[in-house]
């Protein structure tokens, strides 16, 4: 009788704690202050503009509009450029992300633009999981 191998199925996982890739639909997810509503991304012991410890998750708009933005032209040796940096409003939520699958020039990229959230593979490791990144694209 032959030996059996494990097959091992490729997974992914989020290169932030608040992507969430669990669902149909990948969003990001934010800490909200039940006292004031603020929110903001990643682990909170207190509340930066009211001190109050109590956090809720909240899911963040998958869509937005850009509100301010800048083309990187120089980079850490590594990193591709030029790229877009951005802020874009979700609803109510600052969220700073790059600009993907728009050409990173000023005809291509406004501050009102309309954009949706997008996933991407960053690398894969030598267990063959994926992480995945994000940015936001124009929405067509």
């Known amino acids: 009788m032959a030996p059996t191998m494990e097959v091992r199925v490729a997974g992914q996982i989020p ?9 149909d639909e990948p969003h990001l997810v934010a800490q909200e202050c ?10 909170r012991n207190a509340c930066a503009n009211c001190f109050a410890t109590d956090f809720t998750t909240t899911p963040i708009a998958r869509e937005g509009t850009v509100r301010a933005f800048t083309i990187v032209a120089f980079a850490a040796p590594g990193i591709p450029v030029p790229f877009v940096a951005a802020v874009v409003d979700c609803d109510g939520t600052q969220v700073r992300a790059n600009l993907i699958n728009v050409e990173p020039d000023a005809e291509h990229v406004r501050d009102g633009m309309k954009v949706r959230l997008a996933t991407y593979p960053i690398g894969t490791d030598s267990e063959g999981t994926q992480a995945i990144g994000f940015g936001f694209e124009p929405v067509s």
């Open 34 to 43: 039940t006292k004031c509503g603020a929110r903001f991304f990643d682990r």
């Open 15 to 23: 290169f932030v704690d608040y992507l969430v890739l669990d669902d």
